[in-house]
């Protein structure tokens, strides 16, 4: 079982930098894949990110952010992050932290564990 949260989130200006955290609770965090969704008003929820459970954790990104988003995991501290740079309006939405014990990639649906969000809003 894993618990968790997301902080990090703001209001930020085009072109700035944020680091969202997404902090883990239970025993399992070093058997679980991590992935950050989001979602905009209107829009469905959209893969960010993910990294794999093993050591070194391989990533993958969505196109759209690859090149200024970086997701890492410290396993000492139970949290999975997610470094966002050069924001652009079109970031702006809810992100959202996902964990599995089992799946590593790109569809919403395999994930098991949901926190319950923290929003970014990128305007001028």
């Known amino acids: 079982q894993l618990h968790l949260v997301e902080s990090g989130g703001g209001r930020v200006q085009p072109g700035t930098s944020l680091t969202l955290s997404c902090a883990a609770s239970?025993?399992?965090?070093?058997?679980?894949?991590f992935g950050w969704f989001r979602q905009a008003p209107g829009k469905e929820r959209e893969f960010v990110a993910s990294?794999?459970?093993?050591?070194?954790?391989?990533?993958l990104y969505a196109d759209s952010v690859k090149g200024r988003f970086t997701i890492s995991r410290d396993n000492a501290k139970n949290t999975a992050y997610l470094q966002m740079n050069n924001l652009q309006p079109e970031d702006s939405g809810v992100y959202y932290c996902?964990?599995?014990?089992?799946?590593?990639?790109?569809?919403?649906?395999?994930?098991?564990?949901w926190g319950q969000g923290t929003q970014v809003t990128v305007s001028s």
């Open positions: 996902a964990a599995d014990h089992f799946v590593y990639g790109l569809v919403a649906d395999q994930y098991e564990y």
């Open positions: 990294i794999s459970r093993r050591s070194g954790g391989s990533t």
């Open positions: 239970g025993s399992d965090f070093f058997t679980s894949h």
